[in-house]
């Protein structure tokens, strides 16, 4: 399945050349032990208790699908909240993705460009409509396999 088209660019942002587009080198998918890696103490993201245990049941329900990225020295880049998540699961490693590549000011904008994004993001109503009915006819078959599966986020 390939991605759908984007909608076309805004006013003053140019399309860029393949070659002119950041290469960003071979990634690699890690476990690090959650002790050995260091909170960003810059971080202006914060992350409420009540946010924590969302990410907690989305980890427990769906596992820990996005690996967080960390610098040179095991600082984490963005993933903050996930590994306080994982951590509260009793868990003692998580995926990182090492991303050296960066200069300490791609990290810092990354960090802020990771949690903003997909804030900026809206969602199509008749789509989501869509999903949650579907989502609710499969509740019975998901109460019979996994519990208690009400959406993990509301």
């Not at 993201?45 to 990225?69: C, D, E, T, W, Y």
């Not at 990290?107 to 579907?134: C, H, R, V, Y």
Request: charge should be positive; glycine fraction near 6%; proline fraction near 8%.
């Amino acid at each position: 399945m390939a991605c759908r088209t984007p909608p076309p660019l805004e006013h003053g942002v140019e399309p860029q050349s393949r070659k002119s587009v950041r290469q960003t080198p071979a990634l690699s998918v890690r476990y690090r032990p959650i002790a050995e890696l260091l909170p960003n103490p810059t971080n202006p993201r914060v992350h409420s208790a009540k946010q924590v245990n969302q990410l907690a049941r989305s980890i427990q329900a769906f596992g820990f699908l996005v690996p967080v990225p960390v610098d040179e020295g095991d600082q984490l880049v963005s993933g903050h909240g996930r590994c306080l998540a994982a951590a509260k699961l009793g868990m003692t490693e998580v995926p990182v993705l090492r991303v050296s590549h960066l200069t300490a000011s791609q990290k810092a904008a990354f960090q802020i460009a990771d949690n903003q994004l997909t804030i900026n993001a809206e969602w199509n109503p008749i789509l989501l409509g869509e999903q949650f009915s579907q989502l609710a006819a499969a509740e019975a078959i998901w109460s019979a396999h996994a519990g208690n599966s009400r959406l993990l986020w509301f």
